[in-house]
């Protein structure tokens, strides 16, 4: 009779709850047996390390009783990360290892039946989890899930291509752990400075001609972290300037980075080439609610989650479901998710910024010089109506984008590049950090007061500016906050009449 215990993790969200693997070796019956709420592809893994330990030219004890129990026993367990220290408990319960000198260690890795590790799900999120809470322990991870979490400053992690690449460092006395290719002790450093020296991987804006007030907008939005909401006819452009949105934010911070690559690594779409690169989520407008905004058992980050940091632009934006729409409203103004159901509740962040695209009206052509519009009064309100006033609300911008002749397109000289531009919204988002700390999309209501103080003369404009156009109390806050982040552009310290003149116009309604 033998016992045996070794350490994982099971993700919950972002959070990683420790997970002892406990091995029992007994007399009587051959069996192999897991408990401890295991989902159906850990269930699996009886049959994958079996052939994994045998495979590998280890001992698996046929003749004996095997009870595995993966606890706490009321926490879900799913994935193929219980593989490796399933395997290693048998191992070790059966004394082909040394039990002991596996205390320190956690251990994470799907098995293949001939005993390769592959990767698994979440790496990073686990390594970011335990560096958060400052545990100090040694990840034993597959050799690409080690690279992942590498870039979590401070961790010690290991990477295995084999199950016997794990095992040598426990059989023998003062061996080190066997790598095929082990992670640089300084794994955060090497590819953080690589990222730093590559080329970024943005698109440049300097490719769209024309669009002077487009380009405008989208200025404004970037430096003050303001959700954008562009209306134009087909083949306008709208497309073509929101995936060169995410070039003109400011570079991220390595927190920043990591909060979005732990996200991305929970969905397993990490790559460590997009290190350090804001990430663009752009769904299918027959996304559901579900999709966007994350769920499932157990729940799983939607795209509003793998848009942390970054920009989540949604084109045919009154195509997408109305449920799907309305559930937006929270996250854009929380910067989180909470998912609950009856048997978990899950939070995520969402901090991104929406760039939304339509057209004015179900053929596209309402307002247009090049086409007559074909649809009926009561067919473009419908159309319009799938946007509900409260969502609208909480977009800060809201421009047309005219379409472009065929005589600019051809003719007209590349635009400003997207460099350039960022380098003043890198400067305008440093001074709204130095006076508040934050950007202006996130001023709360007294802050407001404070940082977007108005002269008597822009007071007065904004009060006419509300007044006729019927805004809301959020309405004249996010009017006031573009304002204050127009300021920041011209590096003015107050408020005036002239930014409030230009920041009403973002607050357009839709033609009908």
Same mark, same amino acid.
């Given at each position: 009779? !033998?016992?045996?215990?070794?350490?994982?993790?099971?993700?919950?969200?972002?959070?990683?709850? %420790?997970?002892?693997?406990?091995?029992?070796?007994?007399?009587?019956?051959?069996?192999?047996?897991?408990?401890?709420?295991?989902?159906?592809?850990?269930?699996?893994?009886?049959?994958?390390?079996?052939?994994?330990?045998? @495979?590998?030219?280890?001992?698996?004890?046929?003749?004996?009783?095997?009870?595995? @129990?993966?606890?706490?026993?009321?926490?879900?367990?799913?994935?193929?990360?219980?593989?490796?220290?399933?395997?290693?408990?048998?191992?070790?319960?059966?004394?082909?290892?040394?039990?002991?000198?596996?205390?320190?260690?956690?251990?994470?890795?799907?098995?293949?039946?001939?005993?390769?590790?592959?990767?698994?799900?979440?790496?990073?999120?686990?390594?970011?989890?335990?560096?958060?809470?400052?545990?100090?322990?040694?990840?034993?991870?597959?050799?690409?899930?080690?690279?992942?979490?590498?870039?979590?400053?401070?961790?010690?992690?290991?990477?295995?291509?084999?199950?016997?690449?794990?095992?040598?460092?426990?059989?023998?006395?003062?061996?080190?752990?066997?790598?095929?290719?082990?992670?640089?002790?300084?794994?955060?450093?090497?590819?953080?400075?690589?990222?730093?020296?590559?080329?970024?991987?943005?698109?440049?804006?300097?490719?769209?001609?024309?669009?002077?007030?487009?380009?405008?907008?989208?200025?404004?939005?970037?430096?003050?972290?303001?959700?954008?909401?562009?209306?134009?006819?087909?083949?306008?452009?709208?497309?073509?300037?929101?995936?060169?949105?995410?070039?003109?934010?400011?570079?991220?911070?390595?927190?920043?980075?990591?909060? %979005?690559?732990?996200?991305?690594?929970?969905?397993?779409?990490? !790559?460590?080439?997009?290190?350090?690169?804001?990430?663009?989520?752009?769904?299918?407008?027959?996304?559901?609610?579900?999709?966007?905004?994350?769920?499932? %058992?157990?729940?799983?980050?939607?795209?509003?989650?793998?848009?942390?940091?970054?920009?989540?632009?949604?084109?045919?934006?009154?195509?997408?479901?109305?449920?799907?729409?309305?559930?937006?409203?929270?996250?854009?103004?929380?910067?989180?998710?909470?998912?609950?159901?009856?048997?978990?509740?899950?939070?995520?962040?969402?901090?991104?910024?929406?760039?939304?695209?339509?057209?004015?009206?179900?053929?596209?052509?309402?307002? %247009?010089?090049?086409?007559?519009?074909?649809?009926?009064?009561?067919?473009?309100?419908?159309?319009?109506?799938?946007?509900?006033?409260?969502?609208?609300?909480?977009?800060?911008?809201?421009?047309?984008?005219?379409?472009?002749?065929?005589?600019?397109?051809?003719?007209?000289?590349?635009?400003?590049?997207?460099?350039?531009?960022?380098?003043?919204?890198?400067?305008?988002?440093?001074?709204?950090?130095?006076?508040?700390?934050?950007?202006?999309?996130?001023?709360?209501?007294?802050?407001?007061?404070?940082?977007?103080?108005?002269?008597?003369?822009?007071?007065?404009?904004?009060? @006419?500016?509300?007044?006729?156009?019927?805004?809301?109390?959020?309405?004249?806050?996010?009017?006031?906050?573009?304002?204050?982040?127009?300021?920041?552009?011209?590096?003015?310290?107050?408020?005036?009449?002239?930014?409030?003149?230009?920041?009403?116009?973002?607050?357009?309604?839709?033609?009908?």
């Amino acid at each position: 009779m !033998s016992l045996s215990l070794v350490q994982s993790r099971a993700l919950l969200g972002l959070e990683a709850a %420790s997970v002892t693997v406990e091995v029992h070796l007994a007399n009587g019956l051959p069996s192999f047996t897991l408990v401890g709420l295991a989902e159906t592809e850990v269930k699996e893994a009886r049959e994958r390390v079996r052939s994994a330990i045998q @495979n590998a030219g280890l001992e698996f004890p046929n003749n004996k009783r095997i009870t595995v @129990n993966l606890a706490p026993a009321d926490l879900p367990k799913d994935s193929g990360r219980f593989d490796l220290p399933i395997a290693l408990g048998i191992l070790a319960a059966s004394e082909q290892i040394q039990a002991a000198r596996l205390a320190g260690h956690e251990f994470a890795g799907e098995l293949s039946l001939s005993g390769e590790l592959r990767p698994v799900r979440g790496a990073l999120a686990m390594a970011l989890a335990l560096h958060t809470r400052g545990i100090a322990t040694r990840l034993v991870l597959p050799t690409e899930s080690a690279q992942e979490a590498a870039l979590v400053p401070g961790g010690e992690v290991y990477g295995a291509r084999h199950l016997l690449d794990v095992v040598r460092r426990f059989m023998a006395e003062d061996a080190a752990l066997q790598q095929a290719e082990p992670p640089a002790a300084d794994g955060w450093a090497r590819v953080h400075a690589a990222a730093a020296a590559a080329t970024p991987l943005y698109a440049d804006l300097a490719d769209v001609k024309g669009h002077a007030g487009a380009r405008r907008a989208l200025e404004i939005a970037a430096a003050g972290g303001h959700s954008l909401l562009m209306v134009g006819e087909p083949g306008s452009g709208k497309s073509m300037l929101a995936q060169r949105f995410a070039g003109l934010l400011p570079p991220m911070s390595v927190d920043e980075a990591l909060e %979005s690559a732990a996200v991305a690594s929970l969905g397993g779409t990490f !790559s460590t080439a997009r290190w350090m690169t804001r990430p663009t989520s752009a769904p299918h407008h027959t996304s559901s609610a579900v999709a966007l905004v994350g769920g499932g %058992s157990p729940p799983r980050p939607g795209e509003i989650s793998q848009a942390h940091h970054g920009v989540l632009f949604l084109d045919e934006f009154p195509e997408f479901a109305r449920s799907a729409l309305e559930a937006l409203r929270e996250p854009l103004e929380t910067g989180t998710i909470t998912i609950a159901r009856a048997a978990r509740r899950a939070e995520f962040p969402a901090r991104f910024q929406l760039i939304a695209a339509m057209n004015p009206c179900p053929c596209g052509y309402l307002g %247009s010089t090049l086409k007559a519009c074909r649809c009926t009064p009561d067919q473009i309100l419908r159309y319009q109506g799938k946007l509900s006033g409260p969502l609208l609300d909480r977009i800060d911008l809201h421009i047309e984008v005219p379409a472009v002749s065929a005589q600019q397109l051809l003719g007209a000289p590349a635009g400003e590049s997207t460099g350039s531009i960022r380098t003043r919204v890198v400067a305008a988002r440093d001074f709204a950090l130095q006076r508040q700390g934050s950007p202006n999309q996130a001023l709360q209501a007294g802050a407001i007061d404070q940082h977007a103080a108005l002269d008597d003369a822009a007071r007065k404009f904004m009060v @006419n500016a509300a007044a006729k156009l019927g805004w809301s109390a959020r309405s004249t806050h996010r009017a006031l906050k573009v304002a204050r982040t127009v300021a920041d552009l011209a590096g003015a310290e107050s408020v005036r009449a002239e930014h409030v003149a230009e920041a009403v116009q973002y607050r357009r309604a839709l033609r009908h």
